[in-house]
């Protein structure tokens, strides 16, 4: 999949992407506990923006997807580097690249056809609330995890 560029739309404000930023939905106890793995493991690589923030919110409408409108929910993470975005299993892939052995191997899944690969994470994206839960509130850094957080 080819990532998309947000950076010709005047409603998405400037951000610094130099590093790798995922957004989020800080909602879901799913995508929240995947921000915590990745505090974890990452080694300081990626950023983090809850999908609720006024840029979340500008992304998200900047590729189409569902917003936090009374009834909606968040189709994917983005993770957006150096201006491109990726999403599905394509930005999920990607992650896991970058993270140490033994979590890395899990990106060799990209050599899978690309909808197989959406396929399986659309089914948990479509039922990760129901599976794991919602919180009340975004998911909130500890001090010292603000520095990761925009």
């Known amino acids: 999949m080819e990532p998309y560029s947000y950076r010709s739309d005047p409603e998405v404000p400037d951000v610094d992407d130099s590093a790798p930023i995922l957004v989020f939905d800080g909602h879901c106890a799913l995508c929240s506990d995947w921000v915590d ?25 900047h590729y189409g997807f569902k917003s936090s409108e009374p009834g909606s929910d968040y189709d994917t993470n983005i993770l957006i580097e150096n201006g491109r975005a990726r999403i599905r299993s394509d930005a999920t892939l990607a992650m896991f690249a970058r993270l140490p052995w033994p979590w890395k191997a899990v990106s060799l899944l990209r050599h899978l056809p690309e909808p197989w690969r959406d396929w399986g994470y659309e089914r948990i994206a479509r039922n990760r609330i129901r599976w794991f839960g919602r919180r009340d509130a975004c998911r909130l850094p500890t001090p010292d995890e603000r520095v990761r957080f925009l």
């Open 37 to 61: 793995f990745l505090l974890k493991h990452d080694r300081g690589t990626f950023r983090f923006l809850p999908a609720q923030s006024p840029l979340g919110e500008a992304l998200y409408a």
